[in-house]
């Protein structure tokens, strides 16, 4: 029994399986949406698109009394998200599809680290020793010197910077509101900050471009669902080596979809990453700790 209910790890690595699934067509759709629209654009039609799964959380919305430091939280929360989605778009039309999956495995690390940083979190000597490792993992990703790391590498290593800034600011405000809040807020805030990017290098899309960019929205919205519907079911200790699997399917999608090679040291040090965030999250559910080590899923767009 955990927190007075049942644990079912298997109903949680299937969800986390169905989660994986839809984050990886989010990205295959993207890729297979190409340069023509310009990454702002893109992420503002995403969230813009998506707002329209906000209704059932208008009455938490409106009901929900926010003071200045909230609007301050969900503002700096939502520019950091906002750069972050624009930055994986970028990266998305650069790289290939392994290696946006492998290198979005370190949002979790980065998120460990601001946790010590400005959560007080204690950084243990175990978990100093995952996070190097995660760090070498990220160097057999890129091979810096071994080959040329390009503008999509950097961009990417950027995204799961803020996307994990995104998060810990998350894990602040999920304390003080309803989560639909959370969840809400950040859509609008999102779309609001994108906006002004998007209009600047718009170019109009067809009906089938804004059907494509809908459908992102729609598995994003549906992953973000059933990785709760995982959580709920299962410990995050449970589900989180689940999302290895993510990798493997970007991995065998871009090279059957997407003529991208398949590049052993990416899926390598992919592999690494993820070993050291799941020891980490392992670390905390034994030691009982507030859990703040999210699975990888949690930082997706």
């Not at 959380?57 to 700096?76: D, E, I």
């Not at 778009?89 to 690390?109: K, Q």
Request: charged share 10%.
């Amino acid at each position: 029994m955990d927190n007075g209910q049942t644990t079912r790890p298997l109903v949680g690595i299937l969800w986390m399986l169905v989660t994986g699934l839809c984050f990886v067509a989010v990205t295959a759709i993207v890729k297979y949406l190409g340069p023509r629209i310009p990454p702002e654009e893109q992420a503002f039609l995403r969230y813009f698109l998506g707002l329209v799964f906000l209704i059932p959380m208008l009455p938490a919305l409106l009901s929900t009394r926010l003071n200045g430091k909230l609007v301050l939280q969900f503002g700096a929360r939502g520019a950091l998200h906002a750069v972050g989605v624009m930055l994986w778009f970028y990266a998305m039309t650069r790289i290939p599809l392994a290696e946006v999956t492998a290198i979005n495995y370190l949002a979790p690390v980065y998120v460990t680290l601001g946790a010590a940083l400005f959560l007080g979190e204690t950084l243990a000597m175990r978990r100093i020793a995952a996070v190097i490792t995660a760090l070498i993992g990220a160097i057999i990703i890129l091979r810096p010197g071994f080959r040329e790391v390009e503008s999509g590498h950097m961009a990417m290593l950027l995204a799961a910077v803020l996307f994990g800034g995104s998060y810990l600011l998350a894990k602040v405000t999920v304390a003080k509101v309803p989560a639909a809040v959370v969840v809400g807020m950040l859509s609008i805030v999102v779309t609001m900050a994108l906006a002004p990017f998007a209009y600047a290098v718009w170019v109009t899309p067809t009906w089938a471009e804004i059907g494509i960019l809908f459908g992102v929205a729609c598995f994003a919205t549906a992953g973000h669902y059933t990785m709760t519907l995982a959580f709920a079911a299962a410990p995050v200790a449970v589900t989180q080596p689940v999302t290895f699997l993510q990798l493997v399917w970007a991995t065998a999608l871009g090279a059957l979809a997407f003529g991208e090679p398949v590049d052993f040291w990416v899926v390598l040090g992919g592999a690494i990453v993820l070993a050291s965030v799941t020891f980490i999250t392992w670390r905390e559910t034994m030691l009982n700790r507030r859990q703040i080590t999210p699975a990888t899923p949690a930082t997706k767009v």
